[in-house]
């Protein structure tokens, strides 16, 4: 079979449209991997700007084609609501302005028209008259759906599907693969002989870009150190990861059971006992009503399915059970009021603050709750930190678009972003979340890829998001960075779907100061109505406002230009704490503002919580059918 070499290879090149930028793999005489796994040394694109400027960065020198990094991440563009009644102070949010070197590019490239529209490559506009076929035999070899190939481009591909044109050209399409030492992205992890598969990608491959036959094993074993199969094949090819990126969010995950290869696939029960040992479907906390107990009528008949009894009773489990859940870096428990409502049974909490941790104590007062550090928390006997859902949010000073000025706890701050992984291995949760600033991800891209590789390297498929608590129902526009990830044998849960937005939408109208505050009891608790009126405000009065609209970001000092709507004086603590969509009757200690300024609106907290107890209990009840099959 003759096939051009690398100095003959045709001009026309394999477009890549969505696959991430990769390395040039210089040695492709072999498949054995040589290089190091752990010791990569990886350039990291920490342009904050570079999302204003994608197009220019399509080309390289000699008009090769690439694609871009992984997309921005962020949340639906929203319509700005605009008063032209307010006063005329200037508000700096996040988002809101660019850096001197991005000004300066944007003017430069002002008049410069935009790139034209790239022809459609030859096979995809032909792509309506292929057809497929079973197989292809070119030179006495046959191809077909389940071999692997390597492509001249340092790219592999799993067929699916052989396609032929009305000329008899032949073509492949597949699963995208690319070796994971040479992915650009730094939190995919350098693994020997590993490739990641890129889901997005679905090119055509003709037959010309096609070197060779190679053996990729695509397997559901979440370890590498742990895969004897591995371990047996050192010079196979293994992808146990895919990519999945778009415009708004982008996940890393184990491949399931049902996309693996026959026999180096691991059913997900299996995956998860040899992680967290014994697990209950549907939680691992009773709830307060307790399951019926099974009625058996000894005179219907002499022969009693016992076992008919127990499947009945484990479907019975779901509504008679709760995930537990513990709260890293607590706070006043924004994240667990949310979760609680969710319907998650709060097991245990800590927090540095004594502050915070007094105010956690008053809402949720059968929860575990140490006034400690992580680090000293993640000390306790394992079985105590087992919970079915876990959550963290270190500090994020140090990451927020607001820092400006180094602070002593810079060092300190940063350390603790990477406590998760800690808190995942102790725990051994189902399922974690993360919530942090969104600057982690805009301006601190090498810490934020290295929070993912950790997640990932323990065995964890990773999902992550910029979210607007706006189109939850919280009455502020407030991005913050969440992460999801599950542990193994598990299902990565979804983001939720936007509750609220503009008038048309079909969802909810974006909540407002006034219905958060307007029912407010002169009586309630942190409302000292006449105390805020009497401190009046910083400049004097301000002009009134409509309160049909939404507020600024609060944030632990209540926020700049955060006032009250007639404009005589600022909110109330209660009134702060409604606008993060704290409940009524949450209880406070010391300290109110800055604890209801730091947390996650438990309004965000409950929607996210809400589409991960549906995840599990769907892969709850999937496994228990499937014992019954």
Not at 93 to 102: I, M, R, V
Not at 177 to 199: A, C, D, F, M, Q
Not at 302 to 319: G, S
Request: aromatic residues 8%; contains cysteine; charged residues 25%.
């Amino acid at each position: 079979m003759n096939r051009p070499t690398n100095d003959s290879l045709p001009t026309q090149e394999l477009p890549q449209p969505s696959e991430p930028i990769y390395v040039e793999d210089s040695d492709d005489s072999d498949i054995r991997d040589t290089d190091s796994d752990t010791d990569s040394s990886v350039t990291v694109d920490n342009d904050p700007d570079r999302s204003f400027f994608l197009d220019d960065e399509q080309s390289h020198s000699g008009g090769r084609r690439r694609t871009p990094t992984p997309f921005p991440i962020g949340p639906q563009n929203h319509q700005e609501i605009i008063d032209l009644t307010s006063g005329p102070e200037l508000l700096v949010t996040e988002g809101d302005y660019l850096t001197d070197e991005c000004f300066e590019r944007l003017l430069r490239d002002w008049g410069r028209p935009g790139p034209a529209a790239a022809t459609l490559p030859i096979q995809e506009a032909a792509a309506s008259e292929k057809r497929p076929i079973d197989h292809a035999c070119v030179d006495g070899i046959v191809y077909k759906a389940g071999h692997s190939l390597e492509l001249y481009n340092g790219l592999y591909l799993r067929i699916t599907i052989v396609l032929q044109d009305s000329a008899g050209e032949i073509f492949f399409q597949g699963r995208h693969l690319i070796r994971t030492r040479n992915h650009k992205g730094t939190y995919i992890p350098k693994w020997s002989n590993e490739l990641v598969w890129i889901v997005n990608e679905s090119t055509q491959v003709p037959m010309s870009f096609v070197k060779r036959f190679v053996n990729i094993r695509f397997t559901s074993c979440c370890h590498v150190e742990q895969d004897l199969q591995k371990q047996n094949r050192p010079n196979d090819l293994f992808c146990r990861l895919k990519e999945n990126l778009d415009s708004s969010q982008a996940a890393v995950e184990y491949l399931p059971f049902q996309e693996s290869d026959k026999g180096f696939a691991i059913d997900s029960k299996s995956l998860r006992q040899s992680w967290r040992g014994e697990t209950r479907p549907f939680g691992s906390a009773d709830a307060n009503s307790q399951p019926p107990s099974p009625v058996i009528v000894l005179d219907a008949d002499p022969v009693i399915d016992l076992t008919a009894i127990e499947k009945e009773d484990a479907r019975v489990q779901k509504n008679h059970r709760k995930y537990t859940f513990g709260d890293g870096f607590c706070g006043a428990g924004g994240v667990s009021c949310g979760a609680s409502k969710a319907g998650l049974h709060i097991k245990w909490a800590f927090d540095k603050s004594e502050h915070a941790i007094t105010t956690y104590r008053l809402n949720f007062e059968t929860a575990m709750c140490e006034v400690c550090d992580v680090f000293c928390f993640l000390t306790n006997d394992p079985e105590i930190l087992k919970v079915d859902v876990s959550h963290g949010s270190p500090p994020c000073q140090t990451f927020s678009p607001a820092h400006t000025i180094s602070s002593v706890n810079d060092d300190a701050n940063s350390a603790c972003i990477f406590s998760c992984a800690d808190m995942m291995k102790k725990s051994r949760p189902r399922v974690h979340t993360m919530e942090e600033t969104s600057g982690l991800f805009e301006r601190h891209k090498e810490t934020f890829h290295r929070v993912i590789q950790d997640f990932i390297e323990i065995g964890y498929s990773v999902r992550w998001r910029i979210l607007n608590c706006m189109d939850y129902g919280v009455p502020q526009s407030r991005r913050r960075l969440i992460i999801i990830a599950s542990g193994p044998g598990e299902l990565l849960p979804p983001f939720p779907k936007p509750t609220h937005g503009l008038p048309g939408s079909g969802l909810f109208d974006y909540t407002t100061i006034n219905q958060m505050i307007a029912n407010i009891p002169p009586d309630a608790p942190d409302h000292d109505i006449e105390g805020a009126r009497s401190r009046g405000l910083r400049n004097g009065t301000r002009l009134p406002f409509d309160a049909n609209q939404q507020a600024k970001t609060v944030t632990c000092g209540g926020g700049e230009n955060n006032y009250h709507p007639s404009g005589t004086r600022g909110f109330t603590n209660r009134e702060f704490a409604c606008l993060q969509t704290f409940p009524l009757d949450y209880r406070f200690g010391r300290e109110v503002r800055k604890q209801i300024g730091n947390a996650v609106p438990p309004a965000l907290s409950k929607a996210i919580y809400r589409e991960i107890i549906k995840s599990l209990q769907r892969t709850d009840e999937q496994e228990i059918r499937a014992g019954d099959s």
